[in-house]
């Protein structure tokens, strides 16, 4: 059983790029969701899907932010116009169908120089 | 709204020591709580939960966490630590009775268990 995995595990990008991530979740899991952790601080909440369908989106999202799951599987993060401020540790995790815990990846590090 | 509060940033603990870190939290309705551990570049472990039942849960590696409604506190024990538990430990909720699964975490606390 392979856990969350997440490309790229790192990005350096200047401002005002865009940038993706990639997250695979663990296999049958239904439901992925993304948080953004920085440093010193526990993970905050971004967006969850529960299958394709996106349910739930944090203020945090600002419009600059968009997150897909195209066919209910693997998920991508999406950030335009980047600033110095998104700079953070990105997370995704998964859950499955009958469970509440919640599985996470090693995450993406950005860098916004 | 909901919130989690670890007050201690560090523990420290002599190894084969108790340890206890401490975890309240503010939710409407019944909570469903956790426990993580985060190591250094890499992602957040699942230690534990409480979902109902038995306020004692007993997670991976020998750590167990003991609910209490009354003083809405869920903190993480472990009857004799190793070195090898120093890490980053999260402690997060979401409510229970809603389909809404958005963890809120705490800030965190550092275990430093000394030889």
């Known amino acids: 059983d392979t856990g969350v995995s997440q490309d790229p595990r790192h990005k350096i990008t200047k401002r005002g790029q865009n940038v993706t991530f990639r997250c695979d979740p663990i296999s049958e899991h239904n439901r992925l969701y993304w948080y953004r952790q920085t440093l010193g601080q526990g993970p905050e909440f971004l967006t969850y899907f529960q299958n394709e369908a996106q349910l739930e989106k944090s203020r945090l999202l600002s419009d600059r932010f968009s997150a897909e799951r195209p066919k209910g599987s693997f998920s991508t993060l999406e950030i335009q116009r980047t600033e110095q401020g998104d700079s953070a540790m990105y997370l995704c995790?998964?859950?499955?169908?009958?469970?509440?815990?919640?599985?996470f990846g090693p995450g993406t590090r950005l860098t916004v120089t | 709204a909901q919130s989690v509060a670890q007050p201690e940033d560090q523990v420290n603990v002599a190894e084969g020591n108790p340890l206890t870190v401490k975890c309240t939290y503010s939710v409407s309705g019944n909570p469903y709580l956790f426990w993580y551990v985060q190591y250094p570049n890499r992602g957040l472990q699942f230690l534990l939960k409480y979902i109902t039942g038995d306020n004692l849960v007993k997670g991976s590696y020998g750590f167990e966490a003991e609910f209490n409604k009354s003083q809405t506190s869920f903190h993480l024990k472990k009857p004799s630590a190793l070195v090898s538990d120093s890490a980053l430990y999260f402690c997060?909720?979401?409510?229970?009775?809603?389909?809404?699964?958005?963890?809120?975490f705490g800030s965190g606390t550092r275990l430093q268990v000394q030889p």
């Open positions: 995790a998964s859950s499955p169908r009958d469970g509440n815990e919640q599985y």
């Open positions: 997060a909720v979401h409510r229970a009775d809603t389909g809404r699964r958005a963890l809120t």
